[in-house]
């Protein structure tokens, strides 16, 4: 109700619970008119254009390719799927459907992630060398009761991971990787730290938490380049709340120093831009031809959640641990796809 534009583009039809009085509930806290009682309920009603798919990660896919089949577009929170396999399973899905599909990695559609990049771009900092990323567990939006269980790298450096690809505008490759193994969990990761490399020669380092110890901490990257030095400080401090200022240092000259803020109203958080950015794509592929194909995307599409996830999956094998397996099979015939390879 406090963005007007995103209001007039997004209209909420109902929550789908497997409880119905949770369902009624939500509908009644948040003035929505209509509770489901079960998810294949909702994904039956042609009032439903599209879905925001929020189920456990180890269910995501498989009611994502369900929805989809549906004929419904969907965003999905992350991490959208358990591995890269079941990336490529949701991709493929969405393309043979013609239905967008985009995951809810919302950091990357915030204007200050973009004006870092156009920085980048623009040689303000000179070349490219390094990315220095920290993420603890308040940069998730439920904190710990749900990072305890998906571990620090699915819950929160997921998103970290999608920023530095977001920023250096290349795909990395893993160098290594250390984990630091839960207590609550067994194979679950309380910690993660990694070091990626870019095909252009530029690092970067992705360390997230979801220790308690680490709980306030801020978010905050640190891009480094041959000719300055770009500094954004709890640029992402969960429950929506973001930073809009972001600090410059160049080295040429006089050394020059000055702080840059992005012109965005407090009420525009991550993920305003998130499901603005949604809403758009399915507008835009609405007047065209080729809905759901790769080619037809505006922004990124489940490509990049492919690209991102095989990251993931690589960090986890560096630290010697598996990547997560599924659990929950999306229906025929893509309940096979990649398992030979993937």
């Known amino acids: 109700q406090a ?17 119905k009085g949770e369902a009624e509930k939500a509908c009644k806290d948040w003035g929505i008119a209509k509770a489901y009682g079960s998810f294949e309920e909702l994904l039956k009603d042609p009032a439903v254009d599209a879905v925001y798919n929020v189920l456990p990660s180890g269910v995501r896919c498989q009611w994502t390719v369900k929805a989809i089949l549906a004929g419904k577009h969907v965003l999905s929170e992350t991490p959208s799927v358990s591995n890269g396999r079941e990336a490529v399973v949701a991709q ?6 013609g239905r967008v599909l985009l995951e809810g990695t919302h950091p990357t559609c915030h204007p200050v992630t973009k004006r870092v990049r156009q920085m980048i771009m623009e040689g303000k900092i000179g070349v490219l060398e390094h990315i220095d990323l920290d993420m603890p567990v308040g940069h998730s939006l439920q904190g710990k009761m749900v990072c305890s269980k998906t571990g620090a790298l699915m819950g929160v450096g997921i998103h970290g991971v999608a920023i530095v690809r977001a920023l250096a505008g290349e795909e990395p490759s893993v160098i290594s990787a250390t984990a630091q193994q839960s207590k609550e969990v067994q194979g679950v990761d309380a910690a993660m730290s990694c070091n990626l490399k870019f095909p252009s020669g530029a690092a970067a380092h992705v360390g997230c938490s979801i220790l308690p110890d680490m709980s306030k901490s801020p978010t905050k990257f640190c891009i480094t380049g041959s000719d300055g030095i770009i500094r954004v400080q709890e640029w992402f401090t969960g429950s929506g709340k973001s930073s809009n200022e972001i600090a410059l240092e160049q080295f040429a000259e006089s050394g ?24 758009d794509e399915v507008l835009n592929q609405e007047r065209g031809s080729n809905m759901g194909l790769p080619w037809a995307y505006a922004t990124k599409g489940p490509v990049d959640s492919v690209r991102n996830m095989a990251v993931v999956d690589a960090i986890f094998r560096k630290a010697g641990m598996k990547p997560r397996e599924s659990s929950a099979m999306p229906p025929q015939p893509y309940d096979h796809i990649g398992a030979s390879k993937l």
Do not use: C
């Open 3 to 19: 963005n007007k534009d995103l209001a007039a583009r997004v209209h909420i039809v109902g929550v789908a619970s497997l409880e």
């Open 256 to 279: 020059e120093q000055w702080t840059e803020r992005v012109d965005n109203p407090m009420s525009r958080d991550t993920f305003y831009f998130q499901l603005m950015t949604f809403a």
């Open 92 to 97: 493929r899905a969405a393309e043979d459907y």
